[in-house]
């Protein structure tokens, strides 16, 4: 069974820090790895995704993640965050064959301090 | 396109009540997933259709429960008779097959069961 752990339900980063939320995932074969994003009373809003190629994939916002196989890990990263950054991260896998259901982590609460 | 689109958006309904919940995914898409997301639970899959049939309804709670998907532009998730435990934010999403461009999560219908 596929699995996603994001270890922290919170982080809190200085405005114009570099940020990273963790995920570490468990599926059979190779795994498509999604970030997705969720403002508050709103749905979860794609950012990002890993599905081959080069392990460093950049997304909206100017979010970026790092897949490492060997430590099964996917974590989301920038540079410098905003305030406007802070949301409830969700981590997501999916085995690249068979079932294209994806399970979520629990999520991570970014908060930004001014 | 309008993305996914649910209504309503607000819910309020007494204890016992029946309630209907609608999606209608982007166009195109094959797949349609209804999940319910709570803080205690997070994000958890309640059903799953492709090419408008069911093919995973193991996320169904209970039989209050129930999914369909009568065209390719509609679906209902219904809950009778409702109770206060059913309380939770509900989104549909939907993807085309494989996934490589992620799923996208309609802004959802929050539920309170009085």
């Known amino acids: 069974a596929q699995s996603v752990a994001q270890p922290e339900d919170q982080v809190n980063v200085a405005e114009g820090n570099p940020l990273t939320v963790k995920c570490t995932y468990s599926?059979?074969?190779?795994?498509?790895l999604f970030w997705y994003v969720q403002y508050p009373n709103r749905g979860l809003q794609f950012l990002l995704k890993?599905?081959?190629?080069?392990?460093l994939v950049k997304g909206s916002y100017g979010f970026e993640a790092e897949f490492n196989k060997s430590q099964t890990s996917f974590h989301l990263k920038k540079p410098s965050a905003l305030v406007s950054d802070s949301a409830l991260y969700f981590c997501?896998?999916?085995?690249?064959?068979?079932?294209?259901?994806?399970?979520f982590g629990r999520g991570t609460s970014l908060i930004v301090h001014p | 396109d309008a993305g996914v689109i649910q209504s309503p958006r607000h819910e309020v309904t007494e204890m016992g009540q029946e309630v209907t919940l609608r999606c209608k995914p982007i166009?195109?898409?094959?797949?349609l997933f209804w999940y319910r997301q709570t803080m205690m639970r997070g994000l958890e899959l309640l059903i799953y259709?492709?090419?408008?049939?069911?093919?995973?309804d193991s996320g169904m709670p209970e039989d209050r429960f129930s999914a369909k998907m009568p065209n390719a532009s509609f679906s209902t998730l219904k809950i009778q008779p409702s109770e206060p435990r059913d309380s939770a934010v509900y989104f549909c999403?939907?993807?085309?097959?494989?996934?490589?461009?992620?799923?996208?999560f309609g802004s959802g219908t929050r539920l309170t069961v009085v």
């Open positions: 259709f492709n090419n408008n049939v069911p093919i995973d």
């Open positions: 599926v059979s074969g190779n795994p498509y």
């Open positions: 997501a896998v999916r085995p690249s064959g068979g079932s294209y259901i994806p399970t």
């Open positions: 999403a939907s993807s085309l097959e494989g996934a490589y461009y992620g799923y996208t």
């Open positions: 890993y599905i081959t190629g080069d392990n």
């Open positions: 166009s195109g898409h094959d797949y």
